[in-house]
């Protein structure tokens, strides 16, 4: 249902731009956002979006990536900036709304020298 793009290898403090895009309309009242799952550590939520509602980052992000979606496109996109090592992870996008969700097939990001 939903298709992610935009991982590769990025050196500490470059920027990246990931992209998600669902195969049929999204609704504004679902979330949409990315989870990420670094090696060895639990999948963690990275930032989400509802249709008029503020966008929510987890901590560890916050200040660096910025969330957007564009509700007639049913596209979520996430811009990445000052990445750190520990920004290494496989990004998941999703969609929900109550008990239905959606998930992209995850995108690589490795932040190395």
């Known amino acids: 249902q939903l298709q992610a793009c935009g991982g590769g290898l990025v050196q500490p403090g470059g920027s990246l731009r990931l992209s998600c895009t669902a195969s049929?309309?999204?609704?504004?009242?679902?979330?949409m956002g990315w989870y990420r799952q670094a090696p060895g550590k639990e999948r963690e939520l990275v930032a989400s979006?509802?249709?008029?509602?503020?966008?929510t980052y987890a901590d560890s992000v916050s200040g660096r990536f910025t969330i957007s979606r564009d509700y007639a496109k049913s596209t979520v996109t996430l811009q990445m900036g000052s990445l750190t090592f520990e920004d290494t992870a496989v990004y998941y996008c999703?969609?929900?709304?109550?008990?239905?969700?959606?998930w992209g097939q995850g995108t690589l990001v490795t932040v190395s020298s």
């Open positions: 049929k309309s999204i609704s504004r009242t679902y979330t």
């Open positions: 979006l509802m249709g008029g509602q503020l966008p």
């Open positions: 999703y969609a929900k709304y109550r008990v239905i969700e959606y």
